[in-house]
């Protein structure tokens, strides 16, 4: 089975900082990467998928790179909406989940 | 428009039974594998099952083989998830979500349904 580790399980930061996640995979999965946005009470919600690339009306500010094991998951400036907890999800071979990150105000 | 809904959830005692389902619609059902996703309080997510589009193929996550069951009926746009021999560890929310491709990521999720497993 293919491990998801991800760095920092929680964060603090401010307004307009930029936010960084890693997510690392314990065996290659190319770029078949996804990261996820839930906030408290509901669903994820899907911000990007093949490792790089925004679903449609996501905010230009997130952003995410990365092939093989290593992936970075990227907030320009976070805004007050972006408090929440974010997850990556390899789908190689169907779908392991990260532990999550919490975004949370400094 | 996309949209999930889960029903079944709620309060089971310890070895009990459950059956959970998610009705679809507002896309062509029969075309997409779906998922089954858990949540327990405060935790992480965790892919719990997944089912091809036609039935044929059922992959489950190792720690719950042979307690769970995942099926569907492409008639009534209808997935479920057949829960056997809870435990106080299955209680969580389950979300269904609808893969993008085969057994790929997940653009849509329903609200999600709470299992409770308690004495």
């Known amino acids: 089975d293919i491990q998801m580790t991800q760095s920092p399980s929680t964060l603090s930061a401010s307004v307009g900082d930029r936010v960084t996640i890693t997510c690392r995979a314990s065996?290659?999965?190319?770029?078949?990467l996804a990261w996820y946005q839930q906030k408290p009470g509901k669903a994820p919600k899907l911000l990007i998928f093949?490792?790089?690339i925004l679903e449609s009306g996501v905010p230009s500010r997130f952003s995410g790179s990365g092939s093989g094991t290593e992936f970075i998951f990227t907030i320009s400036s976070l805004q007050p909406d972006d408090f929440a907890t974010y997850y990556c999800q390899q789908y190689i071979a169907l779908g392991t989940f990260g532990q999550g990150t919490k975004v949370e105000i400094k | 428009e996309v949209q999930l809904v889960e029903s079944g959830g709620g309060l089971v005692q310890p070895g009990g039974s459950l059956r959970l389902s998610c009705a679809a619609s507002g896309f062509t059902f029969s075309n997409y594998w779906m998922t089954w996703v858990r949540q327990a309080p405060g935790q992480g997510l965790e892919w719990v099952a997944t089912?091809?589009?036609?039935?044929?193929?059922?992959y489950y996550v190792d720690s719950l083989k042979g307690r769970f069951t995942i099926s569907r009926d492409n008639a009534k746009n209808s997935v479920y998830l057949q829960m056997n021999s809870l435990r106080v560890e299955d209680t969580a929310v389950y979300y269904c979500a609808r893969d993008y491709g085969s057994g790929s990521y997940y653009a849509f999720w329903g609200q999600g349904t709470l299992v409770t497993v308690s004495s």
């Open positions: 089912i091809k589009e036609d039935g044929s193929n059922k």
């Open positions: 065996q290659s999965i190319s770029s078949l």
């Open positions: 093949r490792a790089s």
